[in-house]
């Protein structure tokens, strides 16, 4: 059993598709990725550093769950998986440099930057970024439309109307305290950009869905993706620095805005428990084909790390 499925008061069925969805997840990007021996081989090792061995996997879980939904093929599901990931590496090895939030410990090693050097630790989230969108272009995942639409949907996520524009608000916002619209705002484009964009490619390898089924996979992926950033604001001071494997405390310490910071700890875990309810019945419509979806906005709710 791998350590990140291994938080919260999960089923052991559940830890299993879990374990099995990160462990193929994992081998796929092995594949895809640059070999560490090509030239240049220090910046393939290092983009190799910072995708593998470690992280929830939590975005191909949603794409793979949601695929379950629509049929959706393991195969096609592990390229979109593959492609998110390598977006989300990227913006984490950014994310962690001197100029942005300088911190020297990711997933329980030391950051991108630190191992390899700022100027490498750069260019490994530029060469990420366009890597995963390489990616998309490059496999057969449908028709062209389908095919154009991923990467729309991928593009939009990852920009300035996505995780970047989050990631300015954010820098902007420090030291200064913002208002409960303004900070759902940055985290809808910081975190929950790229969780939409999750569950929106994972129902794309599918079989086409209702208007409504659409919308309603929307409205659950917007509010699970706040609900990840609001119980992750809980964890950075609740949690120490070995359990959650990077720096315990460090927005709150950088005069970050955060939920607990404006809210206060237990209006935070009211708000996530009601975060969790409205994730969930947005998937009412679809029954018991939504059960995985079920189970992991439970152990969004519900981890330690």
Not at 53 to 72: D, H, M, Q, S, Y
Not at 113 to 138: C, K, N, P, S
Not at 217 to 226: C, P, Q, T
Not at 247 to 254: H, L, M, P, R
Request: negative net charge; charged residues 20%; aromatic residues 4%.
């Amino acid at each position: 059993m791998t350590a990140s499925v291994a938080a919260g008061a999960i089923r052991p069925a559940v830890q299993e598709w879990m374990a099995s969805v990160q462990e193929r997840v994992e081998q796929a990007l092995t594949r895809h990725l640059p070999s560490a021996e090509a030239i240049p081989a220090r910046l393939h090792q290092a983009m190799r550093y910072a995708c593998l061995n470690g992280g929830k996997r939590v975005r191909p879980l949603l794409a793979f769950a949601t695929g379950e939904i629509c049929g959706a093929p393991a195969e096609k599901l592990e390229i979109v998986s593959c492609a998110l990931e390598m977006i989300h590496a990227y913006s984490l090895v950014h994310d962690d440099l001197p100029c942005m939030d300088n911190d020297v410990l990711r997933r329980g090693r030391p950051t991108c930057h630190v191992e390899y050097g700022e100027a490498t630790a750069l260019l490994v989230g530029d060469a990420l970024q366009t890597q995963a969108f390489e990616l998309l272009a490059r496999e057969n995942l449908g028709a062209p439309a389908v095919q154009l639409e991923m990467l729309r949907c991928l593009a939009r996520a990852s920009g300035s109307l996505g995780m970047a524009g989050g990631q300015a608000i954010d820098l902007d916002a420090v030291g200064r305290t913002l208002e409960l619209p303004e900070l759902e705002l940055m985290h809808a484009l910081k975190t929950g950009a790229l969780i939409r964009a999750a569950v929106t490619l994972g129902a794309l390898c599918g079989e086409p869905l209702p208007d409504a089924a659409v919308k309603a996979l929307d409205r659950f992926a917007k509010r699970a993706g706040l609900l990840f950033q609001v119980v992750n604001d809980i964890l950075d001071c609740t949690a120490s620095t070995a359990t959650l494997g990077k720096t315990a405390g460090k927005d709150s310490a950088a005069d970050k805005p955060t939920y607990v910071g404006l809210m206060g700890l237990e209006p935070a875990r009211e708000f996530a428990g009601q975060l969790r309810e409205q994730a969930l019945a947005s998937l009412e419509t679809f029954g018991d084909r939504a059960h995985r979806l079920v189970e992991l906005t439970d152990f969004i709710a519900r981890r330690q790390f």
